[in-house]
Protein backbone atom coordinates (compact mmCIF):
# COMPACT_ATOMS: atom_id res chain seq x y z
CA UNK A 1 0.00 0.00 0.00
CA UNK A 2 1.47 3.47 -0.73
CA UNK A 3 2.34 5.89 2.14
CA UNK A 4 0.25 8.85 1.61
CA UNK A 5 1.59 12.42 2.55
CA UNK A 6 -0.58 15.26 2.36
CA UNK A 7 1.04 18.56 1.45
CA UNK A 8 -0.02 21.21 4.30
CA UNK A 9 0.59 24.00 1.56
CA UNK A 10 -2.81 23.51 -0.26
CA UNK A 11 -4.18 23.63 3.08
CA UNK A 12 -6.35 26.53 4.74
CA UNK A 13 -3.89 28.55 7.25
CA UNK A 14 -6.72 30.25 9.00
CA UNK A 15 -8.30 27.13 10.23
CA UNK A 16 -5.31 24.90 10.31
CA UNK A 17 -6.42 23.52 13.17
CA UNK A 18 -9.41 21.62 11.11
CA UNK A 19 -7.19 20.51 8.31
CA UNK A 20 -5.16 18.91 10.85
CA UNK A 21 -7.76 17.14 12.64
CA UNK A 22 -8.94 15.98 8.76
CA UNK A 23 -5.38 14.53 8.22
CA UNK A 24 -5.52 13.14 11.89
CA UNK A 25 -8.87 11.04 11.51
CA UNK A 26 -7.66 10.51 7.60
CA UNK A 27 -5.89 6.92 6.60
CA UNK A 28 -2.88 9.47 5.84
CA UNK A 29 0.10 8.38 7.09
CA UNK A 30 2.56 11.36 6.80
CA UNK A 31 2.04 15.23 7.26
CA UNK A 32 4.44 16.89 4.22
CA UNK A 33 5.36 20.34 5.28
CA UNK A 34 7.09 22.27 2.70
CA UNK A 35 9.71 25.22 4.46
CA UNK A 36 10.94 27.72 1.64
CA UNK A 37 12.87 30.95 1.96
CA UNK A 38 12.44 32.67 -1.27
CA UNK A 39 16.22 31.84 -2.46
CA UNK A 40 16.14 28.24 -2.99
CA UNK A 41 13.06 28.34 -4.76
CA UNK A 42 11.08 31.53 -6.14
CA UNK A 43 8.44 31.64 -2.74
CA UNK A 44 8.64 31.41 1.10
CA UNK A 45 5.97 29.57 3.26
CA UNK A 46 6.99 29.02 7.08
CA UNK A 47 9.50 27.92 9.51
CA UNK A 48 10.02 25.81 12.34
CA UNK A 49 7.31 27.89 14.68
CA UNK A 50 4.37 26.58 12.65
CA UNK A 51 5.96 23.15 12.19
CA UNK A 52 5.98 23.42 16.19
CA UNK A 53 2.31 24.13 16.29
CA UNK A 54 1.31 21.76 13.68
CA UNK A 55 3.27 18.81 16.00
CA UNK A 56 1.69 19.58 18.68
CA UNK A 57 -2.16 18.78 16.43
CA UNK A 58 -0.75 15.49 15.32
CA UNK A 59 0.78 11.95 16.13
CA UNK A 60 1.41 11.13 12.43
CA UNK A 61 4.92 11.33 11.34
CA UNK A 62 6.08 15.18 10.83
CA UNK A 63 7.51 15.02 7.15
CA UNK A 64 9.32 18.11 6.41
CA UNK A 65 10.65 19.33 2.48
CA UNK A 66 13.24 22.39 3.19
CA UNK A 67 13.49 24.01 -0.14
CA UNK A 68 16.05 26.46 1.60
CA UNK A 69 19.94 27.40 1.31
CA UNK A 70 22.43 26.62 3.83
CA UNK A 71 19.57 24.30 5.70
CA UNK A 72 22.34 22.98 8.12
CA UNK A 73 21.97 26.54 10.07
CA UNK A 74 18.53 25.23 11.01
CA UNK A 75 18.56 21.38 11.05
CA UNK A 76 18.59 21.60 14.73
CA UNK A 77 15.31 23.92 14.99
CA UNK A 78 13.29 22.03 13.13
CA UNK A 79 14.42 18.99 15.79
CA UNK A 80 13.30 21.15 18.18
CA UNK A 81 10.00 21.27 16.49
CA UNK A 82 9.57 18.29 15.40
CA UNK A 83 10.69 16.94 12.59
CA UNK A 84 10.71 12.85 12.23
CA UNK A 85 12.11 13.04 8.63
CA UNK A 86 14.03 16.22 7.32
CA UNK A 87 14.72 16.63 3.79
CA UNK A 88 17.63 18.56 2.05
CA UNK A 89 17.93 19.52 -1.65
CA UNK A 90 20.90 17.89 -3.37
CA UNK A 91 21.28 21.53 -5.35
CA UNK A 92 21.01 23.42 -2.05
CA UNK A 93 23.76 21.36 -0.46
CA UNK A 94 27.81 21.80 -1.46
CA UNK A 95 28.47 19.41 1.55
CA UNK A 96 25.43 17.04 1.40
CA UNK A 97 27.27 14.05 3.10
CA UNK A 98 28.09 16.49 6.29
CA UNK A 99 24.28 17.67 5.94
CA UNK A 100 22.59 14.02 5.81
CA UNK A 101 25.17 13.22 8.89
CA UNK A 102 23.89 16.08 11.11
CA UNK A 103 20.09 15.44 10.36
CA UNK A 104 21.08 11.91 11.38
CA UNK A 105 23.13 12.78 14.74
CA UNK A 106 20.07 14.64 15.80
CA UNK A 107 17.90 11.37 15.74
CA UNK A 108 15.99 12.31 12.67
CA UNK A 109 15.45 10.13 9.03
CA UNK A 110 17.04 11.73 6.40
CA UNK A 111 16.06 12.89 2.75
CA UNK A 112 17.46 13.71 0.16
CA UNK A 113 15.20 16.01 -2.78
CA UNK A 114 16.16 16.16 -6.45
CA UNK A 115 15.02 18.91 -8.51
CA UNK A 116 13.35 17.47 -11.95
CA UNK A 117 16.82 17.98 -14.06
CA UNK A 118 19.44 16.12 -11.41
CA UNK A 119 19.75 12.50 -12.33
CA UNK A 120 18.75 10.13 -9.75
CA UNK A 121 22.42 8.82 -10.56
CA UNK A 122 23.93 11.24 -8.43
CA UNK A 123 23.17 10.22 -5.25
CA UNK A 124 25.11 6.83 -5.54
CA UNK A 125 27.61 7.96 -3.32
CA UNK A 126 24.65 8.42 -0.61
CA UNK A 127 22.20 6.47 -1.73
CA UNK A 128 22.73 3.53 1.27
CA UNK A 129 23.30 6.84 4.00
CA UNK A 130 19.84 7.85 3.69
CA UNK A 131 16.27 6.96 4.65
CA UNK A 132 14.33 8.78 1.77
CA UNK A 133 14.71 10.46 -1.66
CA UNK A 134 12.14 12.85 -2.86
CA UNK A 135 11.83 12.92 -6.43
CA UNK A 136 10.35 16.34 -7.49
CA UNK A 137 7.76 15.91 -10.09
CA UNK A 138 7.48 19.72 -10.95
CA UNK A 139 9.58 22.55 -10.38
CA UNK A 140 9.77 23.24 -6.51
CA UNK A 141 7.81 26.57 -5.22
CA UNK A 142 4.45 26.05 -5.82
CA UNK A 143 1.08 23.51 -5.65
CA UNK A 144 -1.02 23.04 -8.31
CA UNK A 145 1.34 22.29 -11.25
CA UNK A 146 1.55 19.64 -13.89
CA UNK A 147 3.24 16.43 -13.42
CA UNK A 148 6.41 16.20 -15.03
CA UNK A 149 5.83 12.78 -17.28
CA UNK A 150 9.69 11.99 -17.51
CA UNK A 151 9.54 11.18 -13.70
CA UNK A 152 8.10 7.75 -14.30
CA UNK A 153 11.27 6.80 -15.88
CA UNK A 154 13.09 8.40 -12.75
CA UNK A 155 11.41 6.35 -10.34
CA UNK A 156 12.05 3.24 -12.31
CA UNK A 157 15.81 3.96 -12.32
CA UNK A 158 16.04 4.94 -8.95
CA UNK A 159 14.00 1.33 -7.52
CA UNK A 160 16.44 -0.50 -9.69
CA UNK A 161 19.32 1.27 -8.18
CA UNK A 162 18.07 0.28 -4.90
CA UNK A 163 16.68 -2.74 -4.73
CA UNK A 164 20.29 -3.90 -6.38
CA UNK A 165 22.08 -2.27 -3.59
CA UNK A 166 19.26 -3.90 -1.31
CA UNK A 167 18.44 -1.10 0.55
CA UNK A 168 15.18 -0.22 2.18
CA UNK A 169 15.42 3.63 1.45
CA UNK A 170 11.66 5.09 0.54
CA UNK A 171 11.15 6.88 -2.99
CA UNK A 172 8.59 9.80 -2.24
CA UNK A 173 6.89 11.95 -5.36
CA UNK A 174 6.27 15.09 -4.72
CA UNK A 175 4.27 17.48 -7.17
CA UNK A 176 1.33 17.14 -9.75
CA UNK A 177 -0.10 14.03 -7.88
CA UNK A 178 -3.52 12.80 -9.03
CA UNK A 179 -5.81 10.17 -8.37
CA UNK A 180 -5.37 9.24 -12.26
CA UNK A 181 -1.58 9.03 -12.13
CA UNK A 182 -1.10 8.13 -8.82
CA UNK A 183 -1.00 4.37 -10.18
CA UNK A 184 1.57 4.44 -12.83
CA UNK A 185 3.75 6.13 -10.32
CA UNK A 186 3.06 3.31 -7.48
CA UNK A 187 3.86 0.88 -10.44
CA UNK A 188 7.06 2.98 -11.64
CA UNK A 189 8.40 1.84 -7.80
CA UNK A 190 7.35 4.56 -5.81
CA UNK A 191 6.83 3.89 -2.26
CA UNK A 192 5.31 7.44 -1.13
CA UNK A 193 3.03 9.75 -2.52
CA UNK A 194 2.53 13.42 -1.78
CA UNK A 195 -0.44 15.36 -2.64
CA UNK A 196 -1.64 19.03 -2.06
CA UNK A 197 -3.98 19.80 -4.43
CA UNK A 198 -5.40 16.77 -4.96
CA UNK A 199 -6.30 16.44 -1.32
CA UNK A 200 -7.45 19.59 0.04
CA UNK A 201 -8.77 21.14 -3.34
CA UNK A 202 -11.41 17.74 -3.29
CA UNK A 203 -15.03 17.83 -2.23
CA UNK A 204 -14.04 15.20 0.54
CA UNK A 205 -10.80 15.18 1.30
CA UNK A 206 -10.86 12.28 3.51
CA UNK A 207 -12.10 10.15 0.97
CA UNK A 208 -9.69 10.97 -1.63
CA UNK A 209 -7.06 9.94 0.97
CA UNK A 210 -8.33 6.67 1.30
CA UNK A 211 -8.39 6.14 -2.87
CA UNK A 212 -4.70 7.16 -2.62
CA UNK A 213 -4.11 4.81 -0.24
CA UNK A 214 -5.89 2.19 -1.66
CA UNK A 215 -3.38 2.15 -4.61
CA UNK A 216 -0.88 -0.80 -5.01
CA UNK A 217 2.10 -2.06 -6.71
C1 LIG B 1 6.11 22.06 -4.17
C2 LIG B 1 5.98 21.29 -2.90
C3 LIG B 1 4.88 20.28 -2.88
C4 LIG B 1 3.51 20.84 -3.17
C5 LIG B 1 2.80 19.83 -4.02
O1 LIG B 1 7.33 22.68 -4.26
O2 LIG B 1 7.16 20.61 -2.58
O3 LIG B 1 4.87 19.51 -1.69
O4 LIG B 1 2.72 21.10 -2.04
O5 LIG B 1 1.57 20.33 -4.37
P1 LIG B 1 0.65 19.60 -5.44
O6 LIG B 1 0.39 18.21 -4.91
O7 LIG B 1 -0.57 20.45 -5.47
O8 LIG B 1 1.38 19.59 -6.73
ZN1 LIG C 1 7.08 19.12 -0.83
Redesign the pocket.
Known sequence: MAIVAP?F??ANFLTLEADCKMVNESEADWF?L?VMDGRF?PNITFGPMIIDFIRKATTKVCDV?L?IVEPEKYVEDFKKAGADILTVHLEACTHLHRNIEQIKSLGMQAGVALNPHTPVEALKEVLHDIDLVLI?S?N??????KFIQQTLQKITNLRRMIDEKGLATKIEI????TLQNAPDIIKAGAHVL?????VFKSKDPKDTIAQLKKITR
Not at 140 to 145: L, N, T, V
Open positions: SLSHDVHMMVPGFGGQDGGVVAGNT
